[in-house]
């Protein structure tokens, strides 16, 4: 992986050479370290303080990781064992901020990319927000209620101690949700004693939660899109979109899609997609996945015209725009290509990391508008800021100006990331202006701060 920093300077490849040797087993960190590294090339060259400051061997090391054993049991009576994480990986611009994933592949690994590219995405955001991500091995999938909540009361019972409203505050991500948001700030007002709305966000709305957090990845995602295609003179009107998964994130894309008159088409989960070419039906898709957890291939048998195909991802269908919304390295520079042979303008990640490097660089190289996911997704952390200010202050934001709030915000994010780009000779390209964006901020504080 390395090739790509050869031209970089000396201090830039030896940190990239400890990061390997540091973390051997570890792709996806390594993944998300290499990108930025190689990205921000031209804010050191302008910011030798940075390099001198030490800044670099200290923003790739977490200040804190923790790993945890999540012992619980079934419904037939059976002792399960799983693994729980929390990486705390910079409190530099405030406290740790980031979600917990609950699925079968998170590893260290996993945890640490997502927790490193959450330090520059919330940075980004301009909400006073460090970077962390936690989460467990724990497969929600096919468990009743009841284990769930068993789990997140283990869960919470071991990571209650490292969060707190001035210190860490969780939410959710991939298999953590409402249902599982409540068990666990439930377990955490048990153990401390405390109703401390602030330590967790994307609560319910009755009690305490912030309205548009439920929507705020997805709608974000799509006003990115929005902003991306203004730059060039056109909008989202008329246009046809895919977007992969069908949780959280992938459900209000495609609502917010319709909102500004696009036409959704596609949806997906880990077993297929569904094309829709009448477009997604929202309250559908919504049913299923999120009212009867089922499985995307419901929707293709109980809507007339659609069709479900089987073990394979969204990529091969012709659209203007993709919104990949689902997981890592979920499309490659095949699906690229695919996409780019099929006319597409713009590529948002609504995902974490969910586009190959190489997938990256065909569509950059087509001059394909490509947002990365800490530009285009930072709409639910912003949002999860609004609620922690929501939460200290007693105070409770109505929707429509949540989201005219949730709106500003990422045309805040698409300006900061469209001007370093241009600042740093690099026009129109997105990952080098959020990555160089993002970073500035983390690294002036982390100056100013002393060496922590
Ligand atoms: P959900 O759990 O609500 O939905 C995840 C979706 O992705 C499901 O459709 C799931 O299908 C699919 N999926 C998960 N893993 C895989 C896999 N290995 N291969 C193919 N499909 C998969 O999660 P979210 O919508 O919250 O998160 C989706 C992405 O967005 C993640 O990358 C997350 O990190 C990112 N994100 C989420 C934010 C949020 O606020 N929730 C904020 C910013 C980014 P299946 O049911 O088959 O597993
Ligand atoms: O990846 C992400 O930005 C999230 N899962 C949301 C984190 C948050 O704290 O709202």
Partial sequence: MTDTLVALPTPVRDVFDTVQSRNPHEPEFQQAVHEVLESIAPVLEAHPEFVDGGILERIVEPERQIMFRVPWVDDTGRLQVNRGYRVQFSSVLGPYKGGLRFHPSVNLSIIKFLGFEQIFKNALTGQGIGGAKGGSDFDPHGRSDAEIMRFCQSFMSELYRHLGEHTDVPAGDIGVGAREIGYLFGQYRKITNRHESGMFTGKGVQWGGAEVRTEATGYGAVFFVQEMLAVRGSSLEGSRVSVSGSGNVAT?????????????????????????????????????????????????????????????????????????????????????????????????????????????????????????????????????????????????????????????????????????????????????????????????????????
């Fill in 252 to 452: 209000y894309a495609i609502k917010k899609a319709w909102q500004l008159g696009a036409t959704p088409v596609t949806a997906s989960d880990s077993s297929g997609y569904v094309v829709d070419d009448e477009g997604i039906d929202v309250d559908l898709l919504r049913q299923i996945k999120e009212v009867e957890r089922g499985r995307i291939s419901e929707y293709a048998a109980r809507r007339p015209g659609a069709r479900y195909i089987e073990g394979a991802r969204p990529w091969q269908v012709p659209v203007d725009v993709a919104i990949p919304s689902a997981t890592q390295n979920e499309l490659d520079a095949d699906d690229a290509r695919a996409l780019i042979a099929g006319g597409v303008r713009a590529v948002a990640e609504g995902a974490n990391m969910p586009c190959t490097p190489a997938a990256v660089e065909a569509f950059q190289a087509a001059e394909v508008l490509f947002a990365p996911g800490k530009a285009a997704n930072a709409g639910g952390v912003a949002t999860s800021a609004l609620e922690m200010s929501q939460n200290a202050s007693r105070q409770r934001w109505s929707f429509d100006d949540s989201e005219a709030r949730l709106r500003s915000i990422m045309k805040d994010v698409h300006d900061a990331a469209f001007d370093a780009a241009a600042r740093y000779g690099r026009p129109g390209d997105y990952v080098v202006g959020a990555n160089s964006a993002g970073f500035e901020r983390v690294a002036h504080a982390m100056l100013a701060q002393g060496v922590i």
